[in-house]
């Protein structure tokens, strides 16, 4: 025989807009007997303690399943780390900087080595070298980490847009 909320609500000791409140959530039925809408309130206590439950706007499961996800990926990088497989950033700017200034010196060396090579090339030729050297240097002076998380086929364009500049 089905409990009333007012009924219910002085057994344990509620109002019956209290009650109400748990019947509108879904966690009492209006027509559960005494007995059944006491097992399924304490059942409701019972998760709520435990921290299992979501009561209202703040849903501590989902509060504790992200603060989980927080601490394993800090971990997770604290052993990418360990391992040496993350560097901070600024190590890798000064170690990519110090790459590029190595790969300028080389470029500025190619003409050179092509005169001595192909002494035949005019000057003419070799200032044609050293423009296309300047344009490939300008492109790569330019790339920022947008541009090398670009996909493969805007990387691609840019290659053929340099292949068709040789051409002219």
Same mark, same amino acid.
């Given at each position: 025989?089905? &409990?009333? /909320?007012?009924?219910?609500?002085?057994?344990?000791? #509620?109002?019956?807009?209290? #009650?109400?409140?748990?019947?509108?959530?879904?966690?009492?039925?209006?027509?559960?007997?005494? /007995?059944?809408?006491? =097992?399924?309130?304490?059942? =409701?206590?019972?998760?709520? *303690? *435990?921290?299992?439950?979501?009561?209202?706007?703040?849903?501590?499961?989902?509060?504790?399943?992200?603060?989980?996800? %927080?601490?394993?990926?800090?971990?997770? &990088? /604290?052993?990418?780390?360990?391992?040496?497989?993350?560097?901070?950033?600024?190590?890798?700017?000064? #170690?990519?900087?110090?790459?590029?200034?190595?790969?300028?010196?080389?470029?500025?060396?190619?003409?050179?080595? %092509?005169?001595?090579?192909?002494?035949?090339?005019?000057?003419?030729?070799?200032?044609?070298?050293?423009?296309?050297?300047?344009?490939?240097?300008?492109? %790569?002076?330019?790339?920022?980490?947008?541009?090398?998380?670009?996909?493969?086929?805007?990387?691609?364009? /840019?290659? =053929?847009? %340099?292949?068709?500049?040789?051409?002219?």
């Amino acid at each position: 025989m089905p &409990m009333t /909320q007012a009924a219910f609500g002085a057994l344990v000791g #509620v109002s019956q807009q209290a #009650v109400g409140n748990l019947v509108g959530r879904g966690l009492l039925d209006s027509s559960m007997s005494g /007995q059944q809408m006491l =097992h399924a309130y304490c059942s =409701h206590l019972r998760e709520t *303690a *435990a921290g299992r439950s979501s009561g209202g706007d703040l849903d501590l499961v989902a509060e504790r399943a992200m603060l989980a996800k %927080v601490q394993r990926e800090r971990i997770e &990088m /604290q052993n990418g780390v360990t391992r040496g497989e993350l560097a901070p950033v600024v190590l890798i700017e000064e #170690v990519l900087s110090k790459a590029g200034a190595r790969i300028g010196g080389l470029f500025d060396a190619i003409p050179g080595a %092509v005169k001595r090579r192909v002494p035949s090339l005019s000057s003419d030729e070799i200032g044609n070298i050293e423009k296309e050297i300047a344009k490939v240097r300008n492109i %790569v002076a330019n790339i920022s980490l947008a541009d090398l998380r670009d996909d493969e086929e805007d990387g691609a364009a /840019q290659e =053929h847009q %340099v292949i068709e500049d040789q051409g002219e």
